[in-house]
Structures are given as C-alpha cells and as structure tokens.
C-alpha cells in the first residue's frame, strides 16, 4: 500500500502529496493518520490524504514512514481542512493544521505517543495451548498466558511477554493468536445518557415549531436537508432551540457542534450547554492551557464527549457522525480568522454539514444580509415571556452636553433613582482618542502607524491601538514646547468617570479590552451580575448576548461611528450593534427602553434597528449589494502586499493586479479589479491593497492564488509581503 503523504512544512513552495510505502508495521495507517517520515535528509510531520495500491514513484526510492502518532483525525476532516487551504488562498499545510489535534507540528502540544495499530487476541486453540505441552518458547507462552486476561494491543503484548513482534506472528500463523489490524478501540461516540437534563422550560410555540423544524431536517435524506437560519429577536429563546436540537440529535446517535463568538465574553451560553448536557460536552475556550486543549480534543476524537462548544476554531472538531452544527449569533464578525487561513468559520461549518450530512443551524437576532439570503428561515417573533421589546428613541448627538444628551441623563438618572440596571455602549475605548497642541496643531500619532496615539489615563500612557506602541503622556509639545495640549473625543474610560459621578452611589463596571485585560472579562460581567443595581459600560463587548433579566435602560454613543468607514458592510454592521445592544434591555418583568445617541438619526440603519425590523432592513441591504454586485451577490477578493519602506508595495499590487487583469481577460469576464489603492501604514510597514469583486468565485481564487505566487517568487518584489483575504470582512 501506498500512502499519499501532505508534509506539515511551513515552506509555501513545498506542495505535497508525497508518496510512501506502507510496511507491515502500518497496518492501521489510513487517511488522517499522522506519519513522521522521512523528507530527504530531514524527518517532517505529514497527514495522510489518500491512500493508492501503486505509486508513479519507482519502487527502490519508496521509502516507509517511521512511525505513526496516536493522534490522527477523521477522514472527512482531512477533506475539509485541504477544502480550506484552497478556498480561502492557503497552503495544504496550513488547511491540514487546523483539523489537527491541538499542538501537532509545533510540539506546544503533549508528546503524541506513537500509534500502535494491531491488536493481539488469543485464539480458542491457543486458550488450550497454554494448558496443554505443546512446543512453545517460554515467551510465547507468557504471551499466550498474558492475552487469556484479554486482548491487548500488539506492543504493549510485546512489552508485557518479552515475545517480540516475528514471534507473535508465528503465534499468529499456528492459529493460536489472531493479530487484527483494524482492531481499533471504538471511535464511535458513546452515547451514554450520564449527565442528560430533561428541557428547563416548557417550550413556546415558537420554538416548538422552530425545534420541529430543525427535527425534520435531522430526518430528512441528506440531499434534501436544507442549512436552517434561526431568525429570533433578541430574548425569544434562541438557546433553548439550540439545547433541544442538540438532545433530539444525540437521541439519534450523532453528535453536535456548537459555535459561539467568544466564550469568556458570553459564558452564559456553554454553561447552559454544560449544565444540560454534563461530561458529554466538550468545551474549547481561549482561557485552556494547552494541555487541557489537547485533553478536550481527545475526548471528542474518542467520542467520549459528543457536542463540543467553541469559537470559529471548534468548526473543526474531531467528532463522528456528526448530525447538528449550530452557528449562535451567526452575524458575529469573530467567525473570521484574521490570519492565514483567512477561513470564516460560517462557511466552513455550511460546508462540513454538506459534506457530513448535517443540519447546519445558524440563529441571530440580526442575520447578515448573506445568511438572509441563502438559508431557510425559521423565526421566533417575539420574546418567550411575550414581553414587547424595548422601544428605542434616536436622540441628535448635537443636542448633548458633554458626552450626554439630556435625554440620556434623565433616564439614568431614572435607573439610579429606581435602583435598576443599564448598559452604556461607546465602540472607543481610552479618555480622549486623540491629542493636539493647542499652539502649534501637532497631532500625537504612532511612530509605526498612521493613526494617532489614544490617551489611556489611568495608566498615563497614549498607545496605538494598532501596533501596541505606548509612550508616557506628554506634559509638553516636543516641537513648540507649549504646555498647553488639547484632548478630543471621549472614550469609555471617560465616560466611565463620567457615569459615575451621574449614577452616585450605583456602582460602575467598565468593559472593554482595557478593563479585562487585568481581570479577565468574566470577573467584570459577574460583578455587574451580581450588584443588585448598576451601570455596565464598554465598547461592543457590551452588546454581546448578555441575559440581565434587571437592566431596563440601554444606552449607544455615538451610533453612526461605524457608519462613516468606508466599508460596505458598515451599515450592516451598526443595525446588529444598535440592535443587538437594545436586545440587551427591558429582558425583565420590568421592562426596559433604549437611547440611541448618533450625528444623523435619519441615517437607514438606525430607523430600521429603532424598530427592530430586520426584515426591513435586510431588504434595503440586499437591494443596494445586489445594485453593486457586494456578496451574497457577488465575491470579494482582497490582497493586501506590504513592505518596510515605501515603493515596494505599491509596485507589487500593481503587478499583481496587473496579472489578475489578464487572467481575467481571459476566463473570469465579470470580475473587476478595485485598486491598488494606499491602506495606511501600520505595525511599520507600508500597505497597499487590491479588491478583486467577482461573480465567478472560484475562477478568481485561482486567478488570485496564481498572480500573487508568480509575483511573490519574483525576486524584483523580494521586499514585498502578500496576504490574501477571500471574503474580507
Ligand atoms: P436569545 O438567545 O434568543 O436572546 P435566550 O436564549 O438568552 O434568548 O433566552 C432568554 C431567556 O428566556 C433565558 O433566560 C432563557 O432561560 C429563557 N427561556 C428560554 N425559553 C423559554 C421558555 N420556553 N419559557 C420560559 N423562559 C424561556
Ligand atoms: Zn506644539
Ligand atoms: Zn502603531
């Protein structure tokens, strides 16, 4: 047998499969096993990706791998991560690395204890051969004596009797052993019902429908199960439907994939999986060591857990039979990974369903316009306790005093007063995002960036939020020597002080990357938890989906930020912020209200989100992309190349461009090229980036992957970087 070999290299040019020659001693190796072999002069890591009975390769230079680890994956997980590489503009090795056990190729997991793949058993003649005289070594004997305790792997037979692996196998050809190669231990999950909740709550209509729904697909033949979007409004119970689905799922034997944005700042959701569901969950967080990460992989890969829940990276978990993948807060912009491969975890988990036979499940309160449009809908109107949302008052931010707006100020000054809750959102964080001299106009800005510094007063220092660069903060202007210097534009810490002095005595917690990095994010959440009355501030991690049944005011500063980048999914972005924000409010029995602060109240994301009206919204969204040719109508492409000094990268995005053009020409009519247009230097390095915008995805991928490698391995751009991005967000 041959085995087709993707060596884990990080060398882009070193594209496998390679072929090896199986010997006897790699009986149980198969796709998704996990070789070390042998590569010219060096020993390299290398996933199986196909097996052959012949190779091109001609005999004598076959060569056998040296052995295999005990950590290998599923077949159809190979599939996917080599998927990946190719979507998404990677290499093979970096597709494969993700479907890996945590720690594979880079040793920063547990040493990974070579595979042992035949498993000795003894015979009824051998049973008798140990009582009768026949002639036998003594430990052939003992290995015989050893197996009628019961079967045992071949190695650690070999390691107990003395008996080495040549006398085995005559053991083997004299009937009184039997040596089976595919005599693994069981790899299907087990289903034990240890730990199984029945459902906390009587269901509603809705979710009983929505939960038949998902049943039904569950059931259906492969070919027609359709991916399910969960259209809920904030607060109807999207999380039970989640809970349930996953129940009705491992009732069927299969196991279920649960995808959240980020765990630490949403604890509430694995905690109700892990309070249903016990030891069969496997949970994947950022907070585990690596150790305890591998620990979690090898509980799914040996099905003794059988719903995993993780970020975007729990898409590639090792599970069998895999019949559910949910996809909580779908509209999530975490389920894109930012380095290579540039993989977003929603289009993954819609190819592993297909792939798998799956049911792929993705909920939100506010889909994107793309999962709108290409997936079956099931809605959950209205909140479980047929409460009405809270109802959202757009107030002009040049109305406001300071920060506030009297509007604002009062109706904290109601929570104070009733003892209650609210939750403030201002997407910046610092005091005052940036400073100028008051005399001469200089601006304080990043030495490696083009941006300016932001002022993080507690900790007297002005910082990039790019690069991490921070400087003390200045007392006077290096250049005019004024001592006078101005602070603009407020951000959470500021405001934070802000509240306090308003809200006194209620306690203020501030959220935002600042605050947590002390503590952590859930000490903060649990505090605001726990005080019976008090204001939450931050930035977006605010607006996650947090369920504090007493807060009843929800309040956004500064609204129409997000909407003057020039992205095309700004507008999309500030409707799920605000609305995912009012989603917090009003989840009690005393209801709740929202304040939203913006430049422009009239501006079509805020109207829409004031009324909670997705369908609405989504409508007026798919019109202008489908106008424009934005996804879901067309694909995005997008090359960022970059270099130390100036030059270099603006002429490699032109030769890269330039080369995309002419493949275009030819095959990819339909597909324009945006750019190169300058990005603004950041982390030390000049930018320059390309968009290629196209109906024909895959033809332009290619036509991308090829143009970047040509130019990349062209020594006139030697000084260039290259990443490309399919489907920037
Ligand atoms: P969503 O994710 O849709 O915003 P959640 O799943 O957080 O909503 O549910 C909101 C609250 O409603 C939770 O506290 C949950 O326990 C509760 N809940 C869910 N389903 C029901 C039900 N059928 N009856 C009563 N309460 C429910
Ligand atoms: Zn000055
Ligand atoms: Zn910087």
Sequence with gaps: MIARVEPLTTARALRGPFDYRLGEAHGGVDVGSVLVVPFGRR????????????????????????????????????????????????????????????????????????????????????????????????????????????????????????CDHAG?????????????????????????EVGARPGAHELTTAQRYALAEVTAALDAPPREREPLLLHGVTGSGKTEVYLRAT????????????????????????????????????????????????????????????????????????????????????????YKQEGDPRYDARRVAERRAAQEGAVLLAGTATPRPEAWHSLRRISLPERVDGRALPPVEVVSSLEATGALHPRTREALDAVRRREEKAIVLLNRRGWSNFLSCRTCGRAWGCPECDVTLVLHRSAGRVSCHHCGHTESVPSACPDCGSVSIARHGAGTEQLGDELEDLVHPLPVVRLDTDSAAATGVGPLLERFEREPTGVLVGTQMVAKGHDFPEVTLGVVLDADATLRFPDFRAEERTFALVCQLAG??????????VIVQALEPGARPLRHAAMHDSAGFTAGELERRRALRYPPFGHLIRVVCSSAEPGPEQEAAEAVGERIEESIARATPGATVLGPAPLFRRQGRERSQLVVKTVERAAAIEAVRRAVDEVAADRVHGEANFAVDVDPQ
Excluded: N
Aim: hydrophobic share 40%; charged share 25%; proline share 7%.
């Design 168 to 192: 085995l196998r005559r053991l083997e050809e004299r009937g009184l052993v039997r040596l089976d190669e595919t005599a693994e231990p069981a790899r299907r999950p087990v289903f034990a």
């Design 584 to 593: 917090r409010s009003g989840r009690g029995p005393r209801g709740g209200k």
């Design 247 to 334: 129940e009705e799922t491992l009732a069927r034997g299969r196991s279920a994939i649960v995808l959240v944005p980020e765990i630490a700042l949403t604890p509430q959701t694995a905690g109700r999986f892990i309070e249903r569901f016990g030891d069969r969950v496997a949970v994947l967080h950022s907070a585990l060591t690596a150790r305890e990460r591998y620990d979690e992989w090898a509980r799914l890969r040996r099905g003794d857990a059988v719903v995993c829940v993780g970020p975007r990276s729990a898409v590639f978990a090792p599970l069998e039979a895999l019949g559910l993948i949910v996809v909580d807060e779908e509209h999530d912009p975490s």
């Design 43 to 162: 020993r390299v890591l290398g996933v199986v990706t196909s097996v052959a009975s012949e190779s091109e390769v001609a005999p004598e230079r076959l060569v056998e791998p040296l052995s295999a680890l005990e950590a290998d994956v599923p077949a159809p997980l190979v599939s996917l991560g080599l998927w990946v590489a190719e979507e998404y503009c990677s290499t093979p090795a970096r597709g494969l690395a993700l479907v890996l056990a945590p720690g594979t190729g880079t040793g920063s997991g547990r040493p990974l204890r070579a595979r042992r793949s035949l498993l000795a058993a003894v015979t009824p003649a051998g049973c008798e051969a140990t009582e009768g005289p026949r002639r036998l070594g003594a430990r052939q004997q003992a290995a015989l004596r050893a197996l009628a305790e019961g079967p045992m792997r071949a190695a650690a037979l070999v390691r107990a009797s003395g």
